[in-house]
């Protein structure tokens, strides 16, 4: 081997590794600016995840076993889909979307539409306080200490934090949903058979290999109901106002639009991932043990025990107290959010309190009176869960077709506007909610 063999083996080498520390580099940089924008899709999309979510999951797991699994797919890409447009409006316009509805639909349209947004999240609210009731009474903590205690943490939490302080404690909380992959595995469940339930099994179900496996689902009328109540409890309007809120209190900007899809994105997988291990738990358990009703979320986890043994109760429990308390700042924040900027009241939790009171006070009193409310003796809880999730499932084909007619408007939205696709996917969606509504 001569000099000159060696002097280009060596140039080679050389370049090799240049080109190496160029594509780190570059894989660092991107890495960096993912992690400065991740945080709203993720939070905003796993925060519905809550009680009243999590009790609909169990009741489908208990009831149709792993005949429901199909859904997942089609609901997580329209999840995805609602709350890309959103966040695409944020960031191309710098403005909440309340804001957008106000400025291009008038005063009158926004009030009607915030009032109903107010109610239907209160409802929400004191479905969350429930589901801390629920949680910590499976430890045998009454809700007249784990609700009120509840209240002022969750209060304390949002007045004294910043939105980076808050969005960090955020992304915190999410880790705790893994509780529920812990407790489908201890549940034992047929995972061959949960997959293969994930594909479209009204379609499948006829191909003689599946019939085994995937088990058509009857299309009955509570068969339809379970389908409407998934939708509703993944897909809730508040989303929409704070994800887009967010995006713009963190000024994410045009250039981050990249970052941000991806981080909606991930946002929509994973929640639509703890979705299928809660499903999974449930079938595995209450659904091949022929328990089918549940009273809530809590009745679940204490059904789990005896099937599953005490380790998946308690962290199906410790799951359960996560999302409601997780989901508790972050309802009324979304609602504050929505109409203060809605009415022209200034908003933010970077601001002071005396700069923006409404919003602050508005933000007390759905945290006081909702955790009052469920103090009542009596107070029918499971009913309210139900019921949060019926109005989510009513207001939300209204919010998405404001979406859509906003992200259309070439003249706001530039070269960003929606794609046929988006618009398809988005339609089908409304179509399909109003009709199960309906049913």
């Known amino acids: 081997m001569n000099w000159t063999t060696i002097a280009a083996r060596m140039q080679r080498w050389g370049e090799r590794t240049t080109t190496f520390r160029q594509r780190v580099r570059r894989v660092r940089r991107r890495l960096v600016l993912f992690l400065a924008v991740v945080g709203p899709g993720v939070i905003t999309s796993n925060a519905n995840n809550e009680s009243g979510g999590i009790y609909t999951y169990s009741l489908a797991g208990a009831q149709f076993g792993y005949a429901v699994l199909w859904i997942l797919i089609p609901m997580g890409i329209a999840l995805y889909v609602t709350e890309e447009m959103c966040a695409r409006m944020g960031t191309v316009t710098g403005k909440g979307l309340s804001d957008l509805i106000r400025e291009e639909f008038g005063f009158r349209v926004t009030f009607f539409l915030m009032a109903a947004l107010l109610v239907v999240n209160f409802g929400n609210v004191l479905a969350e306080f429930a589901g801390v009731a629920s949680a910590m009474e499976l430890w045998g903590v009454s809700k007249y200490i784990s609700v009120p205690v509840a209240a002022v943490l969750v209060w304390v939490l949002v007045l004294q934090g910043t939105s980076r302080w808050l969005e960090k404690i955020f992304m915190a909380v999410c880790l705790v949903y893994l509780t529920y992959i812990a407790s489908a595995v201890l549940a034992k469940p047929q995972w061959l058979v949960a997959v293969l339930n994930l594909l479209p099994t009204p379609v499948l179900h006829w191909i003689p290999q599946l019939k085994p496996w995937v088990k058509p689902p009857e299309l009955s009328t509570a068969y339809l109901l379970i389908v409407a109540g998934l939708l509703g409890a993944t897909i809730a309007p508040w989303q929409h106002f704070y994800l887009q809120a967010a995006v713009v209190e963190k000024r994410v900007g045009p250039r ?171 339609w089908v969606t409304s179509v399909a909610l109003i009709a199960l509504t309906l049913v």
């Open 256 to 426: 981050q639009w990249r970052q941000t899809r991806t981080d909606v994105m991930v946002g929509s997988i994973t929640a639509s991932v703890i979705v299928f291990f809660i499903i999974v738990c449930t079938a595995a358990t209450l659904h091949v043990a022929g328990q089918r009703n549940i009273a809530d979320a809590g009745d679940a986890a204490k059904a789990l025990e005896p099937l599953a043994g005490r380790w998946a109760s308690l962290l199906f429990g410790l799951g359960l107290l996560n999302a409601s308390l997780f989901a508790a700042s972050i309802l009324p924040l979304s609602t504050c959010y929505a109409i203060c900027e809605g009415l022209g009241f200034e908003s933010g939790v970077d601001r002071k309190f005396r700069e923006a009171p409404i919003f602050y006070w508005l933000y007390t009193g759905l945290i006081v009176v909702g955790a009052l409310s469920i103090l009542i003796p009596g107070a029918p809880l499971v009913r309210i869960a139900v019921l949060s999730q019926v109005a989510n499932g009513i207001l939300l084909p209204f919010v998405l077709i404001f979406v859509l007619m906003l992200a259309n408007r070439r003249d706001l939205m530039g070269e960003q506007v929606n794609s046929r696709t988006f618009n398809a996917v988005a």
